[in-house]
C-alpha cells in the first residue's frame, strides 16, 4: 500500500470509499502502534487508541481539512489519545509513569523525531502569521513561562486581553492542524514539542 500516496487516500476518504480507511490502516497503523506503545507499555490501550484515531478520520472525512502531512496528522492524533489516557488515569498511575511521559516522548526514534519537527514547524509557522500583540502575548506565555498577571503587567493590558489573545492563538494552531485536536492537546503538543 505504500504506493498510494497520501493525497490520494484523503480523496478516496473524501469520497466516502471505505477501502481508503483500510488502506490507511495497513499503511501506518504499525507505525502508530509502536510509538503508542512506547510511551503506554500496553498492547490492549494502544489497540484502543490507534482504533478510536481512525474511527475519528472515517467520521470526520467529508470535512478533514489537514495542513500538515498525513502522517503528522496521525501521529499528533495518536499522542493525543496517549496524552487522553495518562491525563483521565492520572489517579491510578505510578507518578513515576506520569513524570516520564515528556521523556517517552522525545525518546522517539529518528522518524518520529521527524515527524514531530514537522508539526512544531506548522505550529511556529502559524504564530509567525498571527497579528504581532497576540504573537508577542502567546510567545511571552509559552517560552517566557510567564503567567498572565505578568504578561498584562509588562504589556501594560488586562489579563482578561491576555487570555483573548492566548485563545486566538491556540484556535488558529487547532484549526491549521485539523479539528482533531482540542485547545489543551495543541498546548500540550506545543509544549512536548519545544523542551
Known amino acids: 500500500m505504500n504506493f498510494i500516496s497520501d493525497d490520494e487516500i484523503l480523496q478516496i476518504l473524501k469520497k466516502g ?4 480507511i483500510s488502506i490507511l490502516h495497513e499503511k501506518y497503523s504499525e507505525e502508530l502502534f ?21 474511527i475519528n478520520i472515517w467520521n470526520k472525512r467529508g470535512h478533514l481539512n489537514i495542513k500538515t502531512s498525513l502522517k503528522s496528522y496521525l501521529y499528533a492524533s495518536v499522542m493525543y489519545g496517549v496524552y487522553g489516557y495518562y491525563r483521565k488515569n492520572s489517579d491510578k498511575m505510578n507518578v513515576e509513569l506520569l513524570e516520564g511521559f515528556n521523556t517517552h516522548v522525545q525518546q522517539s526514534n529518528p522518524e518520529t523525531k521527524l ?22 502575548v502567546f510567545e511571552m506565555s509559552r517560552n517566557e513561562q510567564l503567567s498572565h498577571k505578568e504578561i498584562a503587567e509588562k504589556l501594560n493590558i488586562s489579563t482578561k486581553t491576555i487570555e483573548t489573545h492566548i485563545t486566538k492563538a491556540l484556535k488558529a494552531i487547532r484549526s491549521s492542524l485539523g479539528h482533531t485536536y482540542s485547545i489543551e492537546i495543541v498546548a500540550f503538543l506545543y509544549h512536548i514539542m519545544t523542551i
Open 34 to 54: 509502536i510509538s503508542a506503545y512506547n510511551m503506554l507499555k500496553n498492547k490492549e490501550i494502544c489497540e484502543d487508541i490507534l482504533q478510536e484515531v481512525f
Open 115 to 136: 515527524i514531530q519537527r514537522e508539526i512544531i514547524a506548522q505550529i511556529n509557522s502559524i504564530i509567525e502569521s498571527l497579528p504581532e500583540k497576540c504573537r508577542l
Open 17 to 20: 470509499d471505505e477501502k481508503s
